[in-house]
């Protein structure tokens, strides 16, 4: 049994992607935007999106690096470019 059938579908189960193109984040006053709908398509090169992610710090015990985790929580696509 496929749950997913591409990796799309994997990420917009994770992490979901709303599509606010008609949509005023700053009206609407919460965040993340649930009352608008869910993006339905590829993200793509050129379009403008707000990326909501947390960010956390851990050093390696052994070798004392430090480094940065970052998790994308939810996307808001703001425009698509014409697609002349």
Known sequence: MTLFYSIQDLIQFLVPIYDCRQF??????????????????ELEQGMAVV?????????????????VGLNVVWVAVLSVPNSE
């Open 24 to 41: 005023d984040l700053l009206q609407q006053g919460r965040l993340p935007p649930t009352a608008a709908p869910r993006f339905d398509g």
């Open 51 to 67: 990326v909501a992610y947390t960010a956390h710090k851990y050093a390696h015990k052994e070798e004392g690096n430090i480094n």
